[in-house]
């Protein structure tokens, strides 16, 4: 069963940094590409990164770039987001998903809070 | 500029069907699209891919009361037999250097 478990949310003030982790299971992670998706609290589904499977191709939506950092270990079947001079509208719960294009899979999520 | 385009409500009866659309913007109706369902509380999970010519293909699991279409620009996720689980959130989503989201339709099950 593909399981997708993010982890490292928290409280953190304006200015701060924070790394979220992807932990994966069930399936090959190697072979899938990857991305970051997050959602503010009552607001739809947004976009931050994606990392092919060899890290060689990597995306970021526009509000996030120069800021968030996106990496894998495939021997460790991990995926990272390193997020830098965090800002209160980054508050959100981040979701790690599967694939590259289309995500097939989505872990819980985890809860960024930025705020002094 | 890709743009996805959905109704931000719709509701329908227990038991009866639902028809959710999905506009690609101008220049980009040979797009495939994906739907996300959304229950509250919890994680999005894929539902389906749609192609421009209709076909579609559904993730591990999905009912069959779960179907995509399309026409033209449109893409559709019609829900037949609702049930008061399906009431939630469906996105629709495609790519372009990027995933891009429609805003989102939020499902009442009357």
């Known amino acids: 069963e593909v399981h997708l478990m993010e982890s490292g949310g928290g409280l953190v003030q304006p200015g701060g940094s924070l790394r979220l982790s992807c932990t994966a299971s069930?399936?090959?992670?190697?072979?899938?590409?990857m991305n970051w998706v997050r959602q503010a609290p009552g607001k739809g589904l947004e976009w931050v990164s994606y990392i092919y499977t060899s890290s060689s191709t990597i995306y970021y939506a526009d509000s996030v770039k120069g800021r968030f950092s996106i990496s894998r270990d495939n021997a460790k079947n991990s995926l990272y987001l390193q997020m830098n001079s965090l800002r209160a509208e980054d508050t959100a719960v981040y979701y790690c998903?599967?694939?590259?294009?289309?995500?097939?899979?989505w872990g819980q999520g985890t809860l960024v809070t930025v705020s002094s | 500029q890709l743009v996805l385009t959905q109704s931000p409500s719709a509701s329908a009866s227990l038991g009866a069907s639902v028809k959710l659309t999905c506009t690609l913007s101008s220049g980009h109706s040979s797009y495939v699209i994906a739907w996300h369902q959304q229950q509250p509380e919890k994680g999005p999970r894929y539902l389906m891919k749609v192609n421009s010519d209709g076909s579609h293909t559904k993730g591990d699991g999905i009912p069959d009361r779960f179907s995509g279409s399309s026409s033209g620009a449109e893409r559709y996720l019609t829900i037949s037999s609702l049930q008061s689980e399906d009431e939630a959130d469906y996105y629709c989503q495609t790519w372009d250097t990027g995933i891009i989201f429609g805003g989102g339709t939020k499902l009442t099950v009357l």
């Open positions: 069930g399936f090959t992670f190697s072979i899938y590409s």
């Open positions: 998903a599967r694939s590259g294009y289309y995500p097939e899979y």
